[in-house]
Protein backbone atom coordinates (compact mmCIF):
# COMPACT_ATOMS: atom_id res chain seq x y z
CA UNK A 1 0.00 0.00 0.00
CA UNK A 2 3.01 2.22 0.78
CA UNK A 3 4.53 1.72 -2.39
CA UNK A 4 1.50 2.72 -4.14
CA UNK A 5 1.33 5.82 -2.81
CA UNK A 6 4.58 6.64 -2.99
CA UNK A 7 4.31 5.85 -6.72
CA UNK A 8 1.31 7.71 -6.77
CA UNK A 9 2.11 11.35 -5.01
CA UNK A 10 5.28 10.62 -3.65
CA UNK A 11 6.93 11.05 -7.06
CA UNK A 12 5.10 14.77 -8.09
CA UNK A 13 6.04 15.78 -4.28
CA UNK A 14 9.46 14.81 -3.98
CA UNK A 15 10.14 16.98 -7.88
CA UNK A 16 8.64 19.86 -6.43
CA UNK A 17 11.66 20.22 -3.87
CA UNK A 18 13.77 23.46 -3.95
CA UNK A 19 16.92 21.87 -5.09
CA UNK A 20 15.50 19.84 -8.04
CA UNK A 21 14.33 22.43 -10.55
CA UNK A 22 16.46 20.56 -13.39
CA UNK A 23 15.42 17.26 -12.36
CA UNK A 24 11.37 17.88 -11.75
CA UNK A 25 9.97 16.78 -15.33
CA UNK A 26 12.18 13.53 -14.93
CA UNK A 27 10.97 12.79 -11.28
CA UNK A 28 7.76 13.36 -12.07
CA UNK A 29 7.58 11.16 -15.08
CA UNK A 30 9.27 7.95 -13.28
CA UNK A 31 5.24 8.24 -10.68
CA UNK A 32 2.35 6.50 -11.41
CA UNK A 33 0.41 10.55 -11.58
CA UNK A 34 2.30 11.40 -15.03
CA UNK A 35 0.58 8.47 -16.49
CA UNK A 36 -2.56 8.18 -15.23
CA UNK A 37 -3.50 11.78 -16.19
CA UNK A 38 -3.36 11.18 -20.35
CA UNK A 39 -5.47 7.43 -20.02
CA UNK A 40 -7.69 8.95 -17.95
CA UNK A 41 -9.18 11.70 -20.43
CA UNK A 42 -8.87 8.48 -23.28
CA UNK A 43 -5.60 9.09 -24.51
CA UNK A 44 -3.87 5.19 -24.84
CA UNK A 45 -0.07 6.11 -25.21
CA UNK A 46 1.72 2.94 -26.18
CA UNK A 47 4.83 5.00 -23.61
CA UNK A 48 1.90 4.66 -20.93
CA UNK A 49 1.21 1.38 -21.71
CA UNK A 50 4.58 0.22 -21.49
CA UNK A 51 5.41 1.68 -18.18
CA UNK A 52 2.47 0.25 -16.23
CA UNK A 53 3.56 -3.16 -17.67
CA UNK A 54 6.97 -2.84 -16.74
CA UNK A 55 5.82 -2.05 -12.88
CA UNK A 56 3.70 -4.78 -13.11
CA UNK A 57 6.61 -6.94 -13.96
CA UNK A 58 9.01 -5.37 -11.71
CA UNK A 59 6.43 -5.98 -8.62
CA UNK A 60 5.79 -9.77 -9.65
CA UNK A 61 9.14 -10.44 -9.92
CA UNK A 62 9.75 -8.96 -6.04
CA UNK A 63 7.13 -10.64 -4.97
CA UNK A 64 8.43 -14.37 -6.80
CA UNK A 65 11.63 -13.21 -5.07
CA UNK A 66 10.39 -13.14 -1.49
CA UNK A 67 8.62 -16.24 -1.88
CA UNK A 68 11.37 -18.34 -2.97
CA UNK A 69 13.52 -16.69 -0.51
CA UNK A 70 10.87 -18.33 2.36
CA UNK A 71 11.92 -21.26 4.01
CA UNK A 72 8.17 -23.42 3.58
CA UNK A 73 7.92 -25.60 6.24
CA UNK A 74 6.15 -28.70 6.11
CA UNK A 75 3.57 -28.97 9.36
CA UNK A 76 3.46 -32.80 10.31
Known amino acids: MLCCFILFAGFDSFAYLPGLKKLDE ?3 GLGINEHYKSMSRGVID ?7 FSVIVIFNEATRLK ?10
Open 46 to 52: VKDMAYF
Open 67 to 76: MLSRKWKKKS
Open 26 to 28: IVI
